[in-house]
């Protein structure tokens, strides 16, 4: 996988609880402030994907580890909502291990069905912040927005049913960071809001940022999503330092 020049890679095989093994790459470069746990979307996988992930973190000075899904990429297993949240939680316990991370300079990210695997996560580990891009509440919102008033009845699966971040917010206590495209007709922009409204954080370490012109899965192609990303890592970096 070709990435941005600044960083080193190295390939990782992470034991997950069931006994599959979780393929992961960690970049590194010199002098980085935090490492960013990334959660792709449906989908993604560090040999599609990497190297655009990569493009947009190295300017920023981080460090970044990228988990391939169980079943997608080089990873084993048979992905399930309750298998995938384990492997969430297997990764950082991970990364926190590895010289140089420790948890306390983690930043958890994750990207539409990654930002449920970040959210899980942030709440049961504590963090140096977490980004939730293109997320939902639940799955029953999701399904309804989705729906669009059509006379089908949809049925929703007993593992999905609840799921999403709206049961998680409530845990997370680090500096937390909602970015959503304007256009994002997948994960409409008013999920992120509700998020932000049901987080107990304080406003000055919670933010929700539109992303003008960005769809579901481009927002951080846009240049007001780096300026909204710079800012909270210096955020997440005064937070540490109190």
């Given at each position: 996988?070709?990435?941005?020049?600044?960083?080193?890679?190295?390939?990782?095989?992470?034991?997950?609880?069931?006994?599959?093994?979780?393929?992961?790459?960690?970049?590194?470069?010199?002098?980085?402030?935090?490492?960013?746990?990334?959660?792709?979307?449906?989908?993604?996988?560090?040999?599609r994907f990497g190297a655009w992930t990569a493009s947009f973190f190295a300017p920023l000075g981080v460090d970044v580890m990228i988990v391939d899904h169980r079943g997608y990429g080089l990873s084993e297993g048979t992905p399930?909502?309750?298998?995938?949240?384990?492997?969430?939680?297997?990764?950082?316990?991970?990364?926190?291990?590895?010289?140089?991370?420790?948890?306390?300079?983690?930043?958890?990210?994750?990207?539409?069905?990654?930002?449920?695997?970040?959210?899980?996560?942030a709440a049961n580990r504590p963090s140096a912040g977490v980004v939730l891009e293109s997320s939902v509440t639940t799955t029953e919102d999701w399904v309804a927005s989705q729906s669009g008033g059509m006379p089908v009845k949809?049925?929703?699966?007993?593992?999905?049913?609840?799921?999403?971040?709206?049961?998680?917010?409530?845990?997370?206590?680090?500096?937390?960071?909602?970015?959503?495209?304007?256009?994002?007709?997948?994960?409409?922009?008013?999920?992120?809001?509700?998020?932000?409204?049901?987080?107990?954080?304080?406003?000055?370490?919670?933010?929700?940022?539109?992303?003008?012109?960005?769809?579901?899965?481009?927002?951080?192609?846009?240049?007001?999503?780096?300026?909204?990303?710079?800012?909270?890592?210096?955020?997440?970096?005064?937070?540490?330092?109190?």
């Amino acid at each position: 996988m070709k990435v941005a020049p600044a960083y080193a890679v190295t390939r990782h095989s992470i034991p997950a609880p069931d006994g599959a093994k979780l393929h992961a790459v960690h970049l590194r470069q010199t002098g980085a402030k935090a490492t960013v746990l990334y959660f792709g979307g449906n989908g993604y996988t560090s040999g599609r994907f990497g190297a655009w992930t990569a493009s947009f973190f190295a300017p920023l000075g981080v460090d970044v580890m990228i988990v391939d899904h169980r079943g997608y990429g080089l990873s084993e297993g048979t992905p399930t909502a309750p298998n995938i949240e384990a492997d969430g939680l297997a990764a950082f316990d991970y990364l926190a291990a590895q010289p140089g991370a420790g948890a306390q300079r983690i930043i958890l990210h994750g990207q539409s069905l990654g930002s449920f695997i970040a959210g899980h996560v942030a709440a049961n580990r504590p963090s140096a912040g977490v980004v939730l891009e293109s997320s939902v509440t639940t799955t029953e919102d999701w399904v309804a927005s989705q729906s669009g008033g059509m006379p089908v009845k949809v049925t929703i699966d007993e593992a999905l049913k609840g799921r999403g971040n709206l049961a998680k917010i409530s845990a997370i206590q680090e500096p937390l960071l909602l970015l959503v495209g304007s256009r994002d007709d997948t994960t409409p922009p008013r999920f992120s809001h509700a998020l932000y409204r049901a987080s107990p954080l304080p406003p000055q370490w919670k933010s929700v940022k539109v992303i003008s012109g960005a769809g579901h899965n481009d927002v951080l192609d846009k240049p007001e999503a780096r300026a909204a990303y710079t800012e909270f890592l210096a955020q997440v970096l005064s937070h540490a330092v109190r």
